[in-house]
């Protein structure tokens, strides 16, 4: 009760809060929440800061559609490999220090896309911004490292779906700092470069905030508690072996590449799309292509609150229908975006579909945070490099040179995310179940998360964490079925 005093928010077992007070910056939970989607949203604005000044880019460097689809590419393709790093840094260092540390590594590209002269150098800073949208599995591993199963979901949905509104808050940002310079006097080839200091300052700022007044864990930093020996440090290999052979965090990649992914993709092509195809102004086209992010401050959050109802009601095979149905929803919208051909109603279905497809997101990660304690960070940056393989393949195959015209590449990008999403079936917990099949016979959490822990860890207490969050999950089963106790010393043989 004493350790419990310490904190503003009520927690469980493991000092994560159990609340998600919104409006309160209470340390370390809620400042934790701030400063990580804040971070994030920066980061998102830097990456697609270039996507509404394309128009006029374009022009000044001579760029052609193949070039632009390939420097599209190259924007999401630099943070699949980063993602994948950024959760094991997660794992074995904290978020604050390996996010903070991305976010000022990227900061110079950003300042540099106003020094491109051609399409190499255009192409080169769209890569290397790229890298920070890493700091997405960041966000997501301090929020399920703070937050308690009953409301991560939703922390997780809503920090992500904040940073996500920068992809639409840019397309807002870069038009209007580009007309301010130009009404200063610059010319349209000047302006649109000067324009590139604002989002590289946001992400500068953004990574000395979360360095100075952030905290990995409740009871404090990783290095703190290494060396006060209250936590475990963790091998790289052990944490690396057991986040890639949990087949969950396979096919939670693959899913989200066909939801974060399509995300990523619309953001890069869709202010290009109404500018061309309906014939509309600079200013318009972007003001359209904004309500597709700007659709982030509520529907991701929503998708992570639907996951944690049916979670609470229903069980993990709740979470795991909601996140199919809502996923299918949006690839239906996204193959009706394709065949409108009048702006009015292209505008209603393209609002629609970014609901369904963003609040798939967040159902996506309030599913992770339960396929892995000890590997949380691996599974993250995998599922999260998902998303960005997803973007990488989808332009590739439909949106890069002139093979489909875009209206086609959107129709037949649906059918994808349609497709690709019946993978969710697959996904099976022994102690839970699966969307059609119920859980195992008398096989607990217990059992689960402490096969991650060979026999002689055990011995030395490091899978104590994996006992706590195995007690704090078991809401994750179905009400009507009775708890299974597991003594903490048993020694599954396996997952």
Not at 70 to 77: E, F, L, P, Q
Not at 269 to 282: P, S, W
């Amino acid at each position: 009760m004493t350790e419990t005093m310490k904190f503003s928010l009520p927690v469980d077992s493991e000092h994560k809060s159990t609340a998600l007070p919104i409006i309160s910056v209470a340390k370390p939970h809620m400042r934790a929440f701030h400063l990580s989607w804040l971070q994030f949203f920066t980061c998102f604005v830097s990456s697609f800061a270039a996507p509404p000044l394309l128009p006029v880019i374009r022009d000044n460097l001579g760029l052609t559609a193949t070039q632009i689809g390939n420097a599209g590419i190259a924007s999401v393709s630099g943070a699949v490999f980063a993602r994948v790093a950024m959760g094991t840094a997660c794992d074995l260092f904290g978020p604050r220090l390996a996010s903070a540390s991305l976010t000022l590594l990227t900061a110079p590209a950003v300042f540099c896309s106003a020094l491109a002269d051609g399409p190499t150098s255009f192409l080169l800073v769209r890569f290397f911004t790229g890298f920070s949208l890493a700091t997405f599995v960041s966000t997501q591993y301090w929020m399920s490292s703070m937050f308690s199963s009953p409301v991560v979901g939703r922390a997780n949905g809503v920090a992500a779906g904040w940073g996500n509104l920068g992809g639409g808050a840019v397309q807002l940002i870069m038009p209007l700092v580009y007309d301010l310079i130009r009404r200063i006097g610059a010319t349209g080839f000047t302006a649109w470069r000067i324009a590139f200091f604002i989002p590289g300052m946001m992400q500068t700022l953004a990574a000395f905030a979360v360095m100075t007044l952030g905290q990995d864990l409740p009871d404090g930093n990783f290095r703190e508690l290494e060396k006060e020996g209250d936590k475990h440090k963790d091998e790289f290999s052990k944490v690396l072996y057991h986040g890639v052979t949990n087949y969950r965090g396979w096919i939670t990649a693959l899913c989200y590449g066909y939801c974060f992914g399509v995300e990523l993709t619309i953001d890069n092509i869709i202010a290009q799309y109404f500018y061309d195809r309906f014939d509309l102004n600079l200013h318009t086209a972007g003001l359209i292509a904004a309500s597709f992010g700007l659709a982030n401050f509520f529907s991701r959050p929503v998708g992570g609150m639907l996951s944690d109802v049916m979670g609470k009601r229903f069980g993990m095979r709740g979470r795991l229908w909601a996140w199919w149905t809502m996923q299918t929803l949006g690839g239906v919208f996204c193959i009706l975006l394709g065949v409108m051909s009048s702006l009015g109603p292209s505008i209603v279905v393209m609002i629609v579909f970014s609901i369904f497809v963003q609040a798939s997101c967040g159902l996506c990660f309030g599913i992770v945070p339960f396929i892995s304690r000890r590997s949380l960070g691996v599974i993250s940056g995998m599922t999260g490099a998902g998303g960005n393989v997803g973007a990488v393949l989808t332009q590739l195959i439909f949106f890069k040179g002139s093979r489909y015209s875009t209206h086609l590449g959107i129709t037949y990008m649906g059918i994808m995310i349609v497709c690709c999403t019946l993978a969710i079936v697959l996904t099976y917990f022994p102690m839970w179940g699966g969307m059609f099949c119920g859980p195992r016979p008398h096989y607990s959490e217990e059992e689960y998360y402490l096969a991650e822990w060979d026999d002689d860890e055990k011995k030395n207490g490091h899978h104590e964490n994996s006992v706590k969050f195995a007690e704090n999950s078991r809401g994750e089963r179905r009400r009507r079925v009775r708890a299974v106790t597991t003594p903490t010393e048993a020694s599954p043989d396996h997952i």
